[in-house]
């Protein structure tokens, strides 16, 4: 069965970081496009970031751009997200999600595989 595992979550003070990993048994990375996604209470799954996969294009979206950077490496498994200068609006459950497609997609329903998710909590 495939399974994502994400790890890394935590809570911290505004303008800390954290490194969240995404991993993975019963299959391998390396043929799977990543993307990272987030949902906060009382609102919808929102797309964070993706990455392709040969790891050399990566996509954000507007609210993290130049403080979140996801990267990959297809020797190990996982799949990472260093998250800098976190925010309280930062704040969610953060999911990892895997399609079997070569390019990069902000789609939430053209992922096929999903974590069960880690927490991520920015507050003083």
């Known amino acids: 069965q495939l399974q994502l595992v994400e790890s890394g979550g935590g809570l911290v003070q505004p303008g800390d970081s954290l490194r969240l990993s995404c991993d993975a048994s019963?299959?391998?990375?390396?043929?799977?496009?990543i993307g990272w996604f987030r949902q906060a209470p009382g609102k919808a799954r929102e797309w964070v970031s993706c990455?392709?996969?040969?790891?050399?294009?990566?996509m954000y979206a507007d609210a993290v751009k130049g403080r979140f950077t996801i990267s990959r490496d297809n020797i190990k498994n996982p799949v990472s997200l260093q998250m800098n200068s976190l925010k309280p609006e930062d704040t969610a459950i953060y999911y990892c999600?895997?399609?079997?497609?070569?390019?990069?997609?902000?789609?939430?329903?053209?992922?096929?595989?999903w974590g069960q998710g880690t927490q991520v909590t920015v507050s003083s």
């Open positions: 019963g299959f391998s990375m390396n043929y799977y496009q």
């Open positions: 990455i392709d996969i040969s790891g050399g294009m990566a």
């Open positions: 999600a895997a399609r079997a497609f070569v390019g990069c997609s902000a789609n939430v329903s053209t992922y096929r595989y």
